[in-house]
């Protein structure tokens, strides 16, 4: 009789753990496709603040709608046609770590801490309603800051030189510490920024401290996080990695020698 009432309880439970178990992969198998809407979604309101197109309470896509996507090869600097490779479909984080479409970084390359960097980056065009020209560019950039891989969008201007806005929207950094990159108020401080020196040599950085504006640097230089100096350097190489040679200064340098002729 015990045992008979041992055996039931031990199937009911097992019934119980087979349903939930169920239930719990349906959910999660059902609820992709909407997580993957809102990271999208999510992603997009970042390229739309670093360009300074956001607006609160208007549809994202809405606000999306006149972005165009493209693919850059990064070692070229040129488009790369879309019968290629699909914009819509393109992940350059999981293509970085394929032999196809990504390659290993030698430790010297390799001032943002990615190990592998992909050959085709997407990139976002924002044009002129008037005459169409390109009015800016956002990039998407990424680096190791103390504890993690720090993801942002920089929006830079037609001149390829100067910051417009950026947009940190990724990390696993401490809050109130490294956190603090994602504070829309320093953030803010980026703009009209310059990435490179009239000779061409990359020169923006994060600094320790604030900057002093009548200094020679200072559209140089980034007031620097207090007590996040580590995760402001790693701020600091993945900007120099991304607008180095191995990232989007080919690409720069097309977009300017195209607006020069
Ligand atoms: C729990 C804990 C979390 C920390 N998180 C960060 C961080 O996210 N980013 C960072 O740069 N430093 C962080 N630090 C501080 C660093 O260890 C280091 O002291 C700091 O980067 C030096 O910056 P400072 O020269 O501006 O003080 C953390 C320290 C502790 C104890």
Same mark, same amino acid.
């Given at each position: 009789?015990?045992?008979?009432?041992?055996?039931?309880?031990? &199937?009911?439970?097992?019934?119980?753990?087979?349903?939930?178990?169920?239930?719990?992969?349906?959910?999660?198998?059902?609820?992709?496709?909407?997580?993957?809407?809102?990271?999208? +979604?999510?992603?997009?309101?970042?390229?739309?603040? *670093?360009?300074?197109?956001?607006?609160?309470?208007?549809?994202?896509?809405?606000?999306?709608?006149?972005?165009?996507?493209?693919?850059?090869?990064?070692?070229?600097? +040129?488009?790369?046609?879309?019968?290629?490779?699909?914009?819509? #479909?393109?992940?350059?984080?999981?293509?970085?770590?394929?032999?196809?479409?990504?390659?290993?970084?030698?430790?010297?390359?390799?001032?943002?801490?990615?190990?592998?960097?992909?050959?085709?980056?997407?990139? &976002?065009?924002?044009?002129?309603?008037?005459?169409?020209?390109?009015?800016?560019?956002?990039?998407?950039?990424?680096?190791?800051?103390?504890? #993690?891989?720090? &993801? *942002?969008?920089?929006?830079?201007?037609?001149?390829?030189?100067?910051?417009?806005?950026? #947009?940190?929207?990724?990390?696993?950094?401490?809050?109130?510490?490294?956190?603090?990159?994602?504070?829309?108020?320093?953030?803010?401080?980026?703009?009209?920024?310059?990435?490179?020196?009239?000779?061409?040599?990359?020169?923006?950085?994060?600094?320790?401290?604030?900057?002093?504006? #009548?200094?020679?640097?200072?559209? &140089?230089?980034?007031?620097?996080?207090?007590?996040?100096?580590?995760?402001?350097?790693?701020?600091?190489?993945?900007?120099?990695?991304?607008?180095?040679?191995?990232?989007?200064?080919?690409?720069?340098?097309?977009?300017?020698?195209?607006?020069?002729?």
């Amino acid at each position: 009789m015990a045992d008979e009432s041992v055996a039931k309880s031990f &199937y009911s439970v097992l019934i119980l753990a087979f349903v939930c178990s169920l239930l719990v992969a349906g959910a999660a198998v059902g609820l992709r496709p909407m997580q993957e809407a809102n990271k999208l +979604k999510d992603q997009r309101k970042n390229i739309l603040y *670093a360009a300074g197109l956001y607006e609160p309470g208007t549809s994202i896509d809405e606000l999306f709608k006149p972005i165009e996507t493209k693919i850059v090869n990064l070692s070229t600097g +040129k488009y790369v046609p879309e019968d290629q490779l699909s914009p819509e #479909s393109y992940d350059q984080l999981k293509a970085a770590l394929t032999a196809a479409g990504g390659r290993l970084l030698a430790p010297d390359q390799d001032l943002a801490g990615l190990r592998r960097l992909e050959k085709y980056s997407l990139v &976002y065009l924002v044009r002129n309603k008037k005459d169409g020209e390109i009015s800016q560019i956002i990039l998407p950039v990424r680096g190791k800051g103390l504890w #993690s891989t720090m &993801y *942002a969008y920089v929006a830079v201007d037609a001149d390829a030189n100067t910051i417009r806005g950026v #947009s940190f929207y990724e990390h696993g950094e401490t809050p109130g510490l490294g956190g603090e990159i994602e504070n829309r108020r320093w953030q803010d401080g980026w703009q009209g920024k310059k990435l490179y020196t009239a000779d061409g040599k990359m020169e923006l950085k994060v600094i320790k401290g604030t900057v002093d504006p #009548s200094g020679q640097q200072a559209p &140089y230089q980034i007031d620097g996080l207090s007590g996040a100096t580590l995760t402001a350097n790693g701020v600091s190489k993945l900007m120099e990695f991304w607008f180095g040679e191995h990232g989007f200064k080919p690409y720069l340098k097309q977009l300017r020698e195209n607006q020069n002729g």
